[in-house]
């Protein structure tokens, strides 16, 4: 429900979007029919954004789980049963439907009806798309089936997290100011133009109208789009 709302604000907010480019950038509904592929791409990013998004906060509730799989490990219980008792306290840390609560009580059935830890833990890799995940499932399966240190495979596994965490966080945190610029920078031009329509309507007049003043308005919001998928670049940072 809250992805389909954030959809339908997305939607919305794309679709004004472009009818205000048509309007400042080409004085013309005609010119919707070529704009509506630009911002459909648009959504097509936001879609990849919000699928690292999730990953992100996967990576940081699966830290979080293992952590309470090595508490429970530390204090003599099987690894079964650690995973068990870390599915009740996930409970406490996140919501009922949360991401990792569902797998975590997922491996919780799948445990009751006989199934085995490790192919659990390499399912839950699998499903949630997350390169951390896969490998630690990875080495959990090779340590469990050779009983090796699983103690120390999820110790190990738990500081690496926490440490590309931190590092991802302090990045984002660095490019937090860059990203406010890069927003300012493509509002200035709707902003510039907002105004001559407003105050000075015919100082743009000679650039919607003909081929010469539309092929230049073309190329400048094509040189805007180019800009602007640039920017963008330089100030993301992907898990």
Known sequence: MVMRKETGKFCLKQ???CLLTAYLFFYS???????????????????LRRKERE????????????????????????????FIKATDD???MF???????????NIKSQLANGANIEDLVMEMGEH?????????AEVFLIAKRTGGDIIGVIRSSTAALYQKQEVAREIRTVLLAKQMEVRIMKAMPYGILLYFHLFSPGFLA?????????????????????????????AEVGY
């Open 128 to 136: 949630s798309d997350v390169e951390d995940v896969r490998n630690f």
């Open 95 to 105: 919501p009922k439907d949360a991401p990792i609560v569902r797998s975590f009580r």
């Open 29 to 47: 509904l005609w010119s919707l029919l070529v704009l509506v592929p630009f911002f459909g791409m648009e959504f097509r990013r936001e879609r």
């Open 206 to 234: 000679p650039l919607y109208a003909g081929v010469v003043g539309r092929a230049v308005m073309a190329t400048v919001f094509v040189l805007y789009i180019v800009c602007c998928r640039l920017a963008d670049k330089l």
């Open 55 to 82: 990953a992100m906060e996967f990576a940081g509730q699966f830290r979080d789980g293992l952590q309470c799989v090595l508490a429970s490990l530390e204090a003599g219980y099987s690894i079964e049963n650690s």
């Open 90 to 92: 996930l409970l406490v």
């Open 15 to 17: 679709a004004g979007l």
